[in-house]
């Protein structure tokens, strides 16, 4: 009974997060470059559930059915998809051991079998998760090769044997139970935001993966941003709107002559300065780079954004454009954001009323049973 109270109440502090981050998103709708917010949710570990009588032993071993496939991501690695019919899989991750019949998996990079995340629009792995375990609770490294399991639960790469990995099913054992679901994490999401002509010439806008590179203003710190919303200082250095450094490819301020009438920014970022005479130089180059560990990146406010703790940034070469006269709107669509803050605040209600019966169950329990 009390078990149900905790499982709704995990489920309404749930939805009270997500509530928060659509709130958020909403509110930067407007906001230059902006990246919205999406929760990723996961359920808390499944445990298996017993009779409290003393059966020993094991159900008889039926043929188990072992769908097995194997499939090649474009980043190179293989993902294994698991499906069994009797038994169990035994992950470990963060919260404990936890008992599946299926899994998805991958070898990661000493060659054992995890979970893995994905970005949230492509087949890329960008962290791995739990650990698949021999039914000696032992993690699994698979040589390189096709993974497959026969009807006894053994696994096998390549053809070569590697462990044992279908737990059987106890007498005593009734199924699964978990207590419900949790925030995980809460992950950006970089899709591109639609472009908005603002035909001044001080606006910029990227098209494709990238960031430009800011300096915070009295510091050495480095930060990444998508709005192009520039201007310039009393000394003609090029600021952003918060009037902190944009940087040049290379991390150098770029100066704007006093003698110049018009800058203008080709596509592969290079500035030019139009002079009075009608000469065309150029005096920098935009220090235009994309991250390829995105899922190391956190916000840092005004549309900011930096490496999480001691994480180094990988960059890449920018391989988009730069449109000039433009500003990179945000990402959210205010429809879709407030269809699923209802959908949250509807099952919000819902959980409220789970938990008011159970409260009614146990005053009944307490007042009327007691009695007899």
Same mark, same amino acid.
């Given at each position: ?5 905790y499982t709704a109440a995990?489920?309404m502090?749930?939805?009270q997060n997500?509530?928060?981050t659509?709130?958020n998103?909403?509110a930067?709708v407007d906001t230059?470059g902006?990246?919205k917010?999406?929760d990723?949710?996961e359920?808390?570990?499944e445990?298996l ?13 039926f =043929? ?14 293989t993902?294994i998809?698991i499906?069994?019919t009797?038994?169990?899989? %035994?992950l470990?991750d963060?919260?404990?051991n *936890?008992?599946?019949k299926?899994a998805?998996?991958v070898r990661?990079e000493?060659g ?5 995340y ?5 087949d890329?792995?960008?962290?791995? +998760?739990?650990y698949?375990l021999d ?5 699994i490294?698979a =040589?390189?090769g096709e993974i497959?399991?026969d009807?006894?639960?053994n696994?096998?790469?390549?053809g !070569?044997?590697?462990a044992?990995?279908?737990?059987p099913?106890?007498r005593? *054992?009734? +199924? !699964?139970i978990?207590?419900?679901?949790l925030?995980d994490r809460?992950?950006i999401?970089f899709? %591109?935001g639609?472009?908005e002509?603002t035909e ?5 806008s990227l ?9 915070i203003?009295?510091t ?5 941003s998508r709005?192009?919303a520039?201007?310039?200082d009393?000394?003609?250095?090029i600021?952003d709107y918060?009037n902190? !450094?944009v940087l040049?490819?290379?991390?150098n301020?770029i100066?704007v =002559?006093e003698?110049?009438k018009?800058?203008e920014?080709k596509r ?6 139009l002079?009075?005479d009608? %000469?065309?130089?150029?005096? +920098?180059?935009l220090?235009l ?5 995105k899922?190391?990146?956190q ?7 930096q ?5 180094q940034?990988q960059?890449?070469?920018?391989e988009?454009k730069?449109l000039q006269?433009?500003?990179e709107r945000?990402n959210v669509n !205010?429809?879709?954001?407030?269809v ?5 605040f509807r ?6 009323k789970?938990i008011?019966s159970y409260?009614q ?5 307490a007042?009327?049973i +007691?009695k007899?």
């Amino acid at each position: 009974m009390f078990r149900g109270i905790y499982t709704a109440a995990n489920a309404m502090l749930t939805k009270q997060n997500r509530i928060e981050t659509i709130s958020n998103n909403i509110a930067n709708v407007d906001t230059t470059g902006f990246k919205k917010d999406v929760d990723v949710i996961e359920a808390f570990s499944e445990k298996l559930l017993y009779k409290r009588e003393n059966n020993e032993g094991y159900l008889r071993a039926f =043929p188990n059915r072992a769908k097995v496939s194997n499939k090649q991501l474009r980043d190179g690695n293989t993902k294994i998809d698991i499906d069994i019919t009797r038994g169990y899989l %035994q992950l470990e991750d963060k919260n404990g051991n *936890s008992y599946h019949k299926s899994a998805s998996l991958v070898r990661d990079e000493e060659g054992y079998l995890r979970t893995v995340y994905r970005e949230y629009n492509s087949d890329v792995i960008t962290k791995f +998760g739990a650990y698949l375990l021999d039914v000696d609770g032992n993690k699994i490294n698979a =040589p390189q090769g096709e993974i497959a399991i026969d009807s006894l639960g053994n696994l096998t790469a390549g053809g !070569t044997a590697v462990a044992k990995v279908i737990i059987p099913e106890a007498r005593k *054992s009734i +199924g !699964t139970i978990n207590s419900g679901a949790l925030r995980d994490r809460v992950m950006i999401n970089f899709n %591109q935001g639609s472009q908005e002509r603002t035909e001044n010439p001080m606006h910029i806008s990227l098209e494709g993966e990238g960031f430009f590179k800011i300096r915070i203003n009295g510091t050495d710190s480095i930060k990444y941003s998508r709005s192009g919303a520039f201007t310039m200082d009393e000394n003609r250095v090029i600021k952003d709107y918060l009037n902190n !450094t944009v940087l040049s490819e290379d991390n150098n301020q770029i100066t704007v =002559p006093e003698n110049s009438k018009s800058v203008e920014f080709k596509r592969d970022g290079s500035v030019y300065s139009l002079n009075n005479d009608g %000469q065309r130089e150029q005096i +920098g180059k935009l220090a235009l780079v994309d991250i390829t560990n995105k899922e190391d990146m956190q916000k840092y406010g005004h549309s900011y954004m930096q490496m999480i703790g001691n994480t180094q940034p990988q960059e890449k070469a920018f391989e988009g454009k730069v449109l000039q006269g433009y500003l990179e709107r945000s990402n959210v669509n !205010t429809i879709d954001e407030m269809v699923d803050m209802i959908e949250m605040f509807r099952g919000f209600e819902s959980d409220q009323k789970v938990i008011n019966s159970y409260d009614q169950i146990m005053q009944k329990a307490a007042n009327e049973i +007691g009695k007899i």
